[in-house]
């Protein structure tokens, strides 16, 4: 599996972005699993979420360490079966995997854009998606799905582009995001921007903000796991050969300290300060409501049907959240099946339990499959 | 009501710490609410959680803006009712709030000691208290409380000195503190030690790390509030006047951005960093069950009947861990009464919910308080 470019090189090579402005020309990475058939019926679009990528499944060389990132879900004989249908997944705009965003060249000045990067949205970096899905000839997809920020790009696709995509999966995800996740990403923004090395997003010629990233990852870390699971994984254990006197203040004492560090810079190695600035900027504009109280309007002109699920152990995208995106559905007479999982894994649940949900998303994908789309569209509006 | 001040003169003048090493002289900041009786029956120690101080109730001068951080429940006529009982709150050493601490003067060098002051825990935090009812001539008081840290500094009072205490009244607290908990003080620990005015703890010449604390602050800040209140006071109304697009990543979009912004530096002008990650690193290191599973042993000598509280959003200390602090105190014997209050504030709750609190804890002082000790002691035990 190598990763593919596509660049928007035709006119208009430019994007209109929700703010007015204008960002070209854009690059996309992308990476497909599995054929697509003859009539480009079976295409299932992965949306990643915050820091994550095209390479969501497989290996790109032997030497790999780890596969893609939700290979447990993508493959033969798995939630998302490559036999049956062909998986696509982007790098957002705005991110730092291959795709345009803050750390690429300005056309304009020959240098990384930096904070002359324009602000992108959930709704940028979908229409550029739809723009590679117009690119790849590829009319309608059978299934749109995605975890967290994921699932956002799920809502906004669906809702947005409203006859190219069959059925909707969005899972641990919200429509909108909350105050407390807004508190969250801040804590995280302002760790990196408090970085003497930040410089104003002006880094790539020295050092990168290494601490402040490392900060917001260990901030983004917590919250995606459960007190359950960190009770379970490090409860009160004392890293090995830790004093509470040695090294008081600079040594981890415990290991769910040492484990956070390590993560926290891990990954700095491969991740863009900026990219998170802008992608968390992103996530906190989501609302799928825009600013009314209901988020029922906006499935007004939606025509899929839809797979919702939650973990019962999630509390960044709690399961009332999904809850109240379900009754927004079916308030538009749109099917709707939800399901919340149990599992103590907390937010990162959809990436671990693709076991639990393995039943689920197979049987929702293969029953709707047989059915042609405007059978679908006939059978379940209005149901 | 002015704070008074005691210092450890006589000899001992130092205090021994849990580490064995020695800390003196030692000065306490102390209030005390409300007058002691002849025979010193009525005095109930308030204990403070991380960023409080002895200040608990009243007003210093005419000019204060606010009264003490628990005068809605310290005062004529409520839950701690002061016409009744004395009550004394003392700033914890590792402080910085009158208390010795890490921007003490060290005798040994005429300089603040920054990173020479030794560990303290909150066995440390209490002995000092100890040292102080001796000095007032208190051999035993009526009721200790606290709420957070505080009930960690009960716990730790009524399990290690079980002569001294009739009554103890943790809330919002736990018996040991969680992983989780831990994982967010390290992140906060890691926003300081990573601010470069940090200075290895050496910055009291010049510009303190006012950044790293501000973060910390906001970490901790978001662990004290709920999902619900978040959502209640802030949801995601923009700031007057913000642009997505505008001062993109340096001015905050979101009111609660700039609510936690404000509260973060708020909080740099009243605080000391070195105290922040002393006192952090005590909370972390507390656990009565000194590493068995079981909460039980911890109370075998304890001689105190129990009023525990939590509050139904406090995610931070959650209902589950007072719920086990309550079935250890049982497991022995004791009498404990248990109520989980519901409120939408979170772990503030605890300072904020003093109406709910109020008919719980004066019914359970008063009953208890018209008894002698000996025969509390005889009534409870065992029973």
């Not at 590829?138 to 299934?143: T, Y």
């Not at 995208?317 to 939800?338: C, K, R």
């Amino acid at each position: 599996m190598k990763p593919k470019h596509f660049t928007f090189a035709e006119p208009p090579e430019e994007l209109v972005l929700e703010s007015g402005q204008k960002l070209g020309p854009i690059t996309l990475e992308y990476e497909t699993y599995g054929e697509l058939n003859e009539d480009r019926s079976n295409a299932i679009l992965v949306f990643h979420a915050l820091s994550g990528d095209a390479h969501v499944a497989g290996y790109h060389s032997a030497e790999d360490e780890k596969p893609g990132w939700w290979d447990n879900a993508i493959g033969p004989g798995k939630c998302f079966d490559t036999r049956r249908y062909s998986v696509i997944c982007v790098n957002v705009i705005g991110g730092c995997k291959g795709s345009t965003g803050p750390s690429s060249i300005n056309p304009a000045t020959g240098k990384p854009y930096g904070l002359d990067f324009p602000m992108v949205t959930i709704k940028d970096m979908v229409n550029a998606q739809v723009a590679l899905l117009d690119h790849l000839g590829i009319e309608k997809v059978l299934a749109a799905t995605g975890g967290s920020m994921g699932g956002f790009q799920v809502l906004e696709f669906v809702t947005a582009h409203p006859d190219r995509c069959q059925l909707a999966l969005p899972i641990a995800t919200a429509g909108k995001q909350s105050a407390q996740n807004i508190a969250f990403n801040e804590i995280g923004r302002r760790a990196i921007v408090s970085d003497p090395r930040w410089s104003k997003g002006e880094y790539y010629d020295g050092m990168a903000p290494v601490d402040g990233l490392s900060i917001a990852r260990m901030v983004g870390h917590v919250t995606y796991l459960s007190d359950e699971t960190l009770k379970q994984k490090f409860g009160r254990k004392a890293k090995n050969g830790a004093s509470a006197n040695g090294g008081l203040m600079l040594e981890p004492f415990f290991e769910v300290e040492s484990y956070l560090r390590y993560k926290g810079q891990a990954f700095t190695r491969r991740f863009d300060a900026n990219s998170y600035l802008y992608i968390t900027r992103a996530i906190d504009l989501f609302d799928l409501s825009a600013g009314c109280d209901s988020l029922e309007p906006a499935f007004r002109n939606c025509k899929s049907r839809f797979l919702v699920l939650s973990f019962s152990s999630d509390w960044l995208y709690p399961p009332y959240q999904s809850e109240e995106l379900v009754e927004a559905i079916q308030a538009n007479g749109l099917a709707v099946e939800y399901h919340k999982i149990e599992s103590t894994y907390g937010h990162d649940a959809f990436l671990l339990e693709a076991e639990k949900m393995e039943d689920i998303i197979s049987r929702f994908l293969i029953t709707d499959s047989r059915k042609k789309y405007y059978e679908v569209e006939r059978y379940y509006p209005g149901s």
